[in-house]
């Protein structure tokens, strides 16, 4: 039996016109007028029996004739506007009374349009709290996600499908003080419950370091105290050593494009590279991968043999033209600034983590190791968390994105590289994104991480890789990555740059959607796409853990007169360019 059981004396109006999905309804009586709100649902009689249509109401008006008697061509505008009271609403989807086996089902799909006159009744009080009740048992392919309550029926649930949140990626988006962190650790805990879950978190701040729990694995990149203490792996800090860089971003790193010999030093240390990997591959009897490695094959090899072949090249004297004289090789001087950046760089203990003291990473199974704690699922026999938080938050600015990208190369080539019918798919949350994959390229190496989640975004699904992107500036973030994400979560947005990216991801039809911006409350969003049957607002329910915002209240801690700070701990820390303690 349909949950939609009207009589038409309920009708709040009669359709006037239609134009693919938007419908103006006439509404006769102005008591029922001031009922409707913007943004509430409607329910419209289809020309089809057994389905009802169901829109959103975008715009309610109100042309009383007095208004206009003043007008010179009364007539004339009686023709145009006949009607009085009228409601501009868009259709979203329908509900069929039986599909199949199944009784009163929602699907976002438009196969009718109403007829001219059809009823049009409001759906609110007991039919909307069924409706929404029939929203939320949807049957998804695969296990649903609970993201919150929708904030038209807080007794409703509001459930994501989590295999079309990660297959066609999400953007999730906030002003600071929004609850954008909030909304990432509720999808968190989520994804951590899960029997064989698989992800990866970019946190850029360490403020996901409170998400406890047996899916949870926290790692961190190895900063100068880490070194120190020779921790490894097995310690959860990661080293992230040179050799697995590729070629281009081992040129951003070292080489100064400005210099008039840059062609000259790139190409001799490609050269250099690939003799230092064949001599690493032979030495180790690694025949198999000698006849098709290449630059950018992850096969480690020792710098300082780059670095003695390109000091000879740069001290070369050659046979002159007559008889015992010498000359200048053709790179006799070319290359010191190349040496100078990769001596200056090996030395600087900030990167420690790209040339480990360890002798572990510069061995050919390193990588299987490193791989393994990446990429292993929760129900690897590993016994590692699903959910893999990695702490940058010690990794220099400079190279930042360079080296998370780095990881998400890692993760998108290992992906690449299993055989089809093998892949465990994996998800990247990318906090901070506009940090590292920017729209504005001001470094070499922002064009490195750049290309990389490029083709994570319009490859990845191929692969079994999903992106989140997460940030406060969607206008900061790559375009091209951004319109790859099929799935938006936008919380409370202020800036007017932000709110136009926001608005250029929206359908056509819900483009009003965006005018709520500005007022949404704290841990309110947002939600459109492919992952949940109906666009509207939800109230994000509060993760278990809360994750370490940072934020502080000033007054509170300003009127306490026993606040104070550690500032001895601080200046130490900056001195040691760590915040371990």
Same mark, same amino acid.
Request: aromatic share 6%.
């Given at each position: 039996?349909?949950?939609? *059981?009207?009589?038409?004396?309920?009708?709040?109006?009669?359709?006037?016109?239609?134009?693919?999905?938007?419908?103006?309804?006439?509404?006769?009586?102005? #008591?029922?007028?001031?009922?409707?709100?913007?943004?509430?649902?409607?329910?419209?009689?289809?020309?089809?029996?057994?389905?009802?249509?169901?829109?959103?109401?975008?715009?309610?008006?109100?042309?009383?004739?007095?208004?206009?008697?003043?007008?010179?061509?009364?007539?004339?505008?009686?023709?145009?506007?006949?009607?009085?009271?009228?409601?501009?609403?868009?259709?979203?989807?329908?509900?069929?009374? !039986?599909?199949?086996?199944?009784?009163? %089902?929602?699907?976002?799909?438009? #196969?009718?349009?109403?007829?001219?006159?059809?009823?049009?009744?409001?759906?609110?009080?007991?039919?909307?709290?069924?409706?929404?009740?029939?929203?939320?048992?949807?049957?998804?392919?695969?296990?649903? $996600?609970?993201?919150?309550?929708?904030?038209? &029926?807080?007794?409703?649930?509001?459930? $994501?499908? /989590?295999?079309?949140?990660?297959?066609?990626?999400?953007?999730?988006?906030?002003?600071?003080?929004?609850?954008?962190?909030?909304?990432?650790?509720?999808?968190?805990?989520?994804?951590?419950?899960?029997?064989?879950?698989?992800?990866?978190?970019?946190?850029?701040?360490?403020?996901?370091?409170?998400?406890?729990?047996? =899916?949870?694995?926290?790692?961190?990149?190895?900063?100068?105290? &880490?070194?120190?203490?020779?921790?490894?792996?097995?310690?959860?800090?990661?080293?992230?050593?040179?050799?697995?860089?590729?070629?281009?971003?081992?040129?951003?790193?070292? %080489?100064?494009?400005?210099?008039?010999?840059?062609?000259?030093?790139?190409?001799?240390?490609?050269?250099?590279?690939?003799?230092?990997?064949?001599?690493?591959?032979?030495?180790? +009897?690694?025949?198999?991968?000698?006849?098709?490695?290449?630059?950018?094959?992850?096969?480690?090899?020792?710098?300082?043999?780059?670095?003695?072949?390109?000091?000879?090249?740069?001290?070369?004297?050659?046979? +002159?033209?007559?008889?015992?004289?010498?000359?200048? +090789?053709?790179?006799? +001087?070319?290359?010191?600034?190349?040496?100078? !950046?990769?001596?200056?760089?090996?030395?600087?203990?900030?990167?420690?983590?790209?040339?480990?003291?360890?002798?572990?990473?510069?061995?050919?199974?390193?990588?299987?190791?490193?791989?393994?704690?990446?990429?292993?699922?929760?129900?690897?026999?590993?016994?590692? =968390?699903?959910?893999?938080?990695?702490?940058?938050?010690?990794?220099?600015?400079?190279?930042?994105? $360079?080296?998370?990208?780095?990881?998400?190369?890692?993760?998108?080539?290992?992906?690449?590289?299993?055989?089809?019918?093998?892949?465990?798919?994996?998800?990247?949350?990318?906090? #901070?994104?506009?940090?590292?994959?920017?729209?504005?390229?001001?470094?070499?190496?922002?064009?490195?991480?750049?290309?990389?989640?490029?083709?994570?975004?319009?490859?990845?699904?191929?692969?079994?890789?999903?992106?989140?992107?997460?940030?406060?500036?969607?206008?900061?973030?790559?375009?091209?990555?951004?319109?790859?994400?099929?799935?938006?979560?936008?919380?409370?947005?202020?800036?007017?740059?932000?709110?136009?990216? %926001?608005?250029?991801?929206?359908?056509?039809?819900?483009?009003?959607?965006?005018?709520?911006?500005?007022?949404?409350?704290?841990?309110?969003?947002?939600?459109? /796409?492919?992952?949940?049957?109906?666009?509207?607002?939800?109230?994000?329910?509060?993760?278990?853990?809360?994750?370490?915002?940072?934020?502080?209240?000033?007054?509170?801690?300003?009127?306490? #007169?026993?606040?104070?700070?550690?500032? *001895?701990?601080?200046?130490?820390?900056?001195? !040691?360019?760590?915040?371990?303690?």
């Amino acid at each position: 039996m349909t949950i939609l *059981n009207y009589q038409d004396s309920e009708a709040l109006g009669h359709v006037q016109s239609v134009d693919t999905a938007t419908v103006i309804v006439r509404v006769d009586d102005t #008591e029922a007028l001031r009922t409707l709100q913007v943004n509430r649902l409607v329910a419209l009689q289809s020309s089809r029996a057994g389905q009802h249509l169901i829109g959103i109401i975008q715009k309610i008006t109100r042309t009383a004739v007095e208004e206009r008697a003043g007008s010179a061509d009364i007539e004339r505008l009686d023709q145009a506007f006949p009607e009085v009271n009228l409601c501009r609403i868009t259709l979203i989807g329908t509900l069929l009374t !039986r599909a199949g086996s199944q009784s009163n %089902v929602f699907r976002r799909t438009l #196969e009718t349009v109403p007829e001219i006159e059809a009823n049009c009744f409001a759906l609110e009080g007991e039919k909307l709290t069924r409706f929404m009740e029939v929203i939320s048992a949807v049957s998804a392919d695969g296990q649903r $996600l609970s993201l919150g309550h929708y904030s038209l &029926d807080t007794a409703a649930e509001a459930f $994501l499908n /989590g295999n079309k949140l990660f297959q066609r990626h999400a953007l999730v988006v906030g002003s600071t003080g929004s609850g954008k962190s909030w909304t990432t650790a509720r999808l968190l805990e989520q994804v951590a419950e899960l029997k064989s879950a698989n992800a990866i978190v970019f946190d850029m701040h360490g403020e996901y370091g409170s998400m406890t729990g047996d =899916g949870f694995e926290h790692l961190r990149i190895a900063g100068p105290a &880490d070194i120190d203490a020779a921790k490894g792996l097995g310690d959860g800090v990661l080293h992230l050593p040179y050799w697995l860089l590729t070629y281009e971003a081992l040129v951003s790193m070292f %080489v100064d494009r400005s210099d008039t010999n840059a062609p000259n030093q790139a190409m001799l240390m490609s050269r250099s590279i690939n003799e230092a990997k064949r001599e690493f591959l032979i030495a180790g +009897g690694h025949h198999e991968v000698l006849a098709n490695f290449t630059i950018d094959s992850p096969v480690p090899f020792p710098l300082r043999d780059v670095l003695e072949k390109l000091s000879a090249l740069n001290t070369e004297m050659v046979a +002159g033209s007559r008889a015992g004289s010498e000359k200048q +090789g053709d790179f006799f +001087g070319k290359l010191s600034r190349l040496i100078q !950046r990769l001596e200056a760089k090996a030395t600087d203990r900030r990167l420690g983590f790209l040339f480990p003291a360890q002798a572990d990473a510069m061995e050919y199974a390193f990588l299987d190791k490193l791989v393994g704690k990446l990429l292993a699922g929760s129900a690897a026999k590993s016994g590692l =968390g699903g959910v893999k938080i990695i702490d940058f938050s010690e990794v220099p600015s400079d190279v930042l994105p $360079l080296i998370v990208g780095l990881v998400a190369r890692l993760a998108f080539s290992v992906q690449q590289w299993l055989p089809s019918g093998n892949r465990h798919p994996v998800a990247l949350f990318c906090d #901070e994104a506009h940090l590292y994959i920017p729209q504005d390229v001001s470094s070499s190496a922002a064009e490195n991480a750049i290309a990389v989640f490029e083709r994570v975004a319009k490859e990845g699904r191929k692969y079994g890789v999903g992106l989140v992107v997460i940030s406060q500036r969607p206008s900061e973030v790559n375009r091209t990555v951004v319109s790859q994400c099929s799935n938006l979560v936008a919380m409370r947005l202020t800036n007017g740059d932000d709110q136009s990216v %926001v608005r250029r991801l929206l359908p056509d039809s819900l483009g009003g959607f965006s005018d709520l911006l500005p007022v949404l409350d704290t841990g309110e969003a947002l939600v459109v /796409g492919d992952a949940i049957l109906l666009p509207t607002r939800i109230r994000v329910s509060m993760p278990r853990n809360e994750p370490l915002s940072g934020t502080i209240d000033f007054w509170d801690k300003w009127s306490d #007169e026993t606040s104070s700070s550690d500032l *001895n701990k601080a200046v130490e820390g900056w001195r !040691r360019q760590s915040l371990q303690r």
